[in-house]
């Protein structure tokens, strides 16, 4: 905590007016180490008014174009909530411009365009995030203790992942994430997102060698994915299955087996509440004797916290810029997870555009 | 109930000394309608050590041989455990003797084998059950209820299905489940045949289109699956997918998610209590208004039972049997779930033999 309070807090200027920036504004301003600084629209009015409405402190300011607010010397870093069509573009100026990326998710259509993304960033010497705020839940690191404890989790086996919510009739139709122009990756890039980065996760980023598209992905008719799911395989017989979907209710499963135990939580992505997150300890059951009951039965954890998910992510992410503006390197295990999970979305595309046929995986 | 008390109680042999029959057996002395009335085996010793062990009542009678227990005017009804292999034959000696068939599952290695047993029952006049305890639990006809629930769940989109115990070294190489002449469906059988059931049950017992095996199943040195999993797929786009395995430890989940609503369990097949039974039912929950927390959170539903699901199980068998004795006709539901359940392992494993193509049920 002595460096963070020796380091100026991180001014944040955020691009964009996303219904999602509402939520990254707020965690802007509850994290210790960065401050809210402006927000740009392409209408200075939109801008205007999401300020007052997100309580931007007094001395923000509001531009009327994204390149007025990247020309600002005082804005550190950018938050980048634009649809993902865009991301390329105005990532590449945000960087040129020496600004540090927090990046909306999916990050690109693409690897070709993630690497376009990140590459910039390296050559400019500033931080990459991605936006993906569960991985810096408390309750995260508590379920990695779990997931790495040879004795009560042992070798991870199998993990299935879900997250699909119910879209109503205006969102399928009119939402940025089932237009091909603006979020092309539809369900997969928004909450198929989710799943594939819980499952590298809980395989310690390590890329699985083959991704199977599921059959029966649901389309609309621009070619959107709407509900599509995919195995993925790796060469010690370690399985993963995931289901994302804007067609189903909402729903965030996590199950994860071990050899010796099982993880089970139902709110992965965004916690059921906000100042405590549970998850489910199945370690070394078994059956009673006549097999009519389990002993012991599974545990629930706890991990209570004051501070939202997303404030961790803000709080980590202006900490390593402010290590930057100190003279340390970017940190390239952010840039390094989300290319993985980015790689594998183009895979899962890849394999239903072929056919659903197995896609070996090329890091 | 009046039927019942006027009904005289339904006389079990247990052909078999097999671990489950121990269970089996305190379900029968358990259940109202039901008497323990003979074991066999092909060692009298054995039987009658299993019979001691198990408190039969002193008046049950023990046989050295499986004929003997068959030519037994007082039985009514016969408890199979025997090895899958020896199903076939044995089943249809049951039916030919004129008793009513309770069949540990999986019923059979294959369809064919199994249609040969359900035309003996029928040509018998005898009742046919398998010996599938969970959906007999107070707790799936709660669930059922949700599910059905247009207002509450809405109509089913996807399950996911898992069945896994961590098998150890003795019993992966001992094992009869493990013996591609004993029990050579393997885990696909075991395991398998209740994450398929519970697929089933979650969609009315309507079969799929298609089944695909998932890549990477895992076979021991004689072929027999020790994991494996597959993907199931509707005309409208339902999707269900299920994991069984004998490497991974002991997890019994299900998520079934439909446009209104989810339901989880993670103890589907034995229940962590004897007397009581939990569900969580997560229903037209959605987000407060920054997207950080959920509103309503799910819930949890307890169904308390005194009476355990294997007694509900004989209970319901020996109903149906008492029935047939007093004029009725068997109880179709049971012999079509069954082989719905067995057609679907059928075509998974085909599925894998040849080389994870989508099959096409024909029922």
């Given at each position: 905590?002595a460096?963070?309070t020796?380091?100026p ?13 509402r ?6 301003s509850l994290?210790?180490n960065?401050?809210l ?15 007052k409405?997100?309580k ?16 600002d ?7 980048l ?5 865009l991301?390329?573009?105005?990532a ?9 990326l927090?990046?909306e ?5 693409n690897?070709?365009e993630?690497d376009?993304i ?8 500033v931080q ?6 569960w ?17 009560r ?31 092309g990756?539809?369900?997969l890039?928004d ?23 599921l059959?029966g ?23 993963a299955?995931f ?6 209710n909402?729903?965030m499963d ?10 089970n939580?139902?709110d ?17 059951c078994?059956f009673?004797?006549l ?13 209570t916290?004051?501070i939202?998910q997303e ?8 900490r ?13 295990k ?15 595309k890849?394999s239903i555009?072929?056919?659903f046929?197995?896609?070996e995986?090329?890091?």
């Amino acid at each position: 905590m002595a460096a963070e309070t020796q380091t100026p807090p991180i001014h944040f200027g955020i691009i964009g007016c996303a219904d999602i920036a509402r939520k990254v504004s707020r965690a802007i301003s509850l994290a210790p180490n960065a401050v809210l600084s402006a927000v740009a629209s392409r209408s200075i009015e939109k801008a205007s008014l999401f300020a007052k409405a997100n309580k931007f402190p007094p001395e923000a300011k509001i531009y009327g174009s994204y390149e007025a607010l990247l020309d600002d010397p005082d804005i550190d870093a950018v938050y980048l909530p634009l649809p993902t069509s865009l991301h390329v573009k105005w990532a590449v100026v945000v960087a040129q411009k020496k600004k540090h990326l927090l990046m909306e998710k999916p990050v690109a259509l693409n690897v070709a365009e993630f690497d376009v993304i990140v590459k910039a960033c390296e050559e400019n010497g500033v931080q990459f995030m991605d936006g993906t705020m569960w991985v810096h839940n408390l309750r995260t690191a508590k379920m990695r203790e779990f997931l790495s404890d040879s004795e009560r989790f042992g070798q991870l086996r199998a993990i299935h992942s879900c997250f699909s919510f119910a879209g109503d009739p205006d969102f399928l139709k009119n939402d940025i994430r089932v237009k091909p122009d603006l979020d092309g990756l539809g369900a997969l890039g928004d909450a198929g997102w989710y799943c594939v980065r819980s499952i590298l996760w809980a395989n310690d980023y390590e890329l699985p060698k083959t991704v199977v598209a599921l059959h029966g992905p649901v389309l609309n008719e621009a070619g959107v994915v709407l509900s599509c799911g995919a195995s993925l395989h790796w060469d010690d017989g370690r399985l993963a299955t995931f289901f994302c979907s804007f067609l189903s209710n909402l729903t965030m499963d996590i199950t994860a087996i071990g050899t010796k135990g099982t993880l089970n939580l139902h709110d992965f992505i965004i916690p059921f509440q906000d100042k405590e997150a549970s998850f489910i300890v199945n370690s070394k059951c078994f059956f009673n004797e006549l097999v009519t009951s389990w002993e012991p039965i599974p545990s629930e954890h706890t991990v209570t916290t004051d501070i939202p998910q997303e404030v961790c992510m803000v709080r980590e992410f202006s900490r390593l810029v402010g290590d930057v503006k100190n003279g340390s390197k970017p940190e390239s295990k952010w840039p390094i997870i989300s290319r993985k999970t980015q790689l594998i979305l183009d895979t899962v595309k890849m394999s239903i555009e072929k056919g659903f046929v197995p896609i070996e995986i090329k890091s």
